[in-house]
């Protein structure tokens, strides 16, 4: 197992696009979590999985985010209508217990 | 308000120096954890600690939760130039109805050669 796979690494996107980003867990972490992180900031939550079921949603998440983790294992992240704010690192992290693995992130940039 | 404040926000020293980075809180958390994030890359945990009080050590690195188990800190003996990063601490909190991780903003550490 390689660790947390995250695709792509990074995106530009014209403002108004849709993205879809794409995480691999380690295969016997249950939970998924995915995160945005801007500069100088440490992690936000967005939303959290537990096997296929997402069990959690940030209420910062507007309803143009969107997130899936079908069969248990992949999980994808949809941004609709992309802004300019939506510019930030999107982390992807997997656990069992304590302690998450982070995957490289995905960077977008909303032009 | 940051639910863990963490100090210095910047810090920047000579290589073979010493040095602490702080992680506070009003509130008591049952563990806290320390991760290292290097530019365009995701957070790598360092260590958890669970008990107050407790101190762990990582090679040069070492870890205290305080007895409280409000605060910890992190110290590095004889800074090297690939401990560069930012240094992140969280730990879960009920809020919500729910445990989140609640993360601080990071210690930016440059060590320079």
């Known amino acids: 197992d390689t660790g947390v796979s995250q695709n792509p690494r990074h995106k530009i996107t014209k403002r108004g696009q849709n993205v879809t980003f794409r995480c691999d867990p380690i295969?016997?972490?249950?939970?998924l979590y995915w995160y945005r992180q801007t500069l100088g900031q440490g992690p936000e939550f967005l939303t959290y999985?537990?096997?296929?079921?997402?069990?959690?949603k940030s209420r910062l998440l507007s309803d143009r985010f969107s997130a899936e983790r079908p069969k248990g294992s992949f999980s994808t992240l949809e941004i609709q209508r992309t802004e300019q704010g939506d510019s930030a690192m999107y982390l992807c992290a997997s656990s069992i217990t304590e302690g998450y693995t982070f995957g490289s992130g995905t960077r977008l940039t909303v032009v | 308000t940051q639910l863990l404040e963490q100090s210095p926000q910047f810090l920047s020293i000579q290589e073979g120096e010493n040095l602490t980075v702080y992680c506070n809180s009003s509130s008591v958390f049952s563990s806290l954890q320390w991760y290292r994030q290097e530019p365009g890359e995701g957070p790598v945990l360092l260590v958890t600690?669970?008990?107050g009080g407790e101190v762990k050590k990582l090679k040069r690195l070492t870890f205290q939760f305080g007895d409280a188990r409000k605060d910890s800190s992190l110290h590095i003996t004889a800074a090297q130039p690939g401990d560069t990063g930012l240094y992140l601490c969280?730990?879960?909190?009920?809020?919500?109805?729910?445990?989140?991780?609640?993360w601080g903003a990071g210690t930016k550490l440059i060590i320079k050669p």
């Open positions: 295969s016997e972490h249950n939970r």
């Open positions: 600690v669970v008990t």
């Open positions: 999985f537990q096997n296929e079921a997402q069990l959690e």
């Open positions: 969280a730990g879960p909190l009920f809020m919500d109805s729910n445990y989140q991780l609640i």
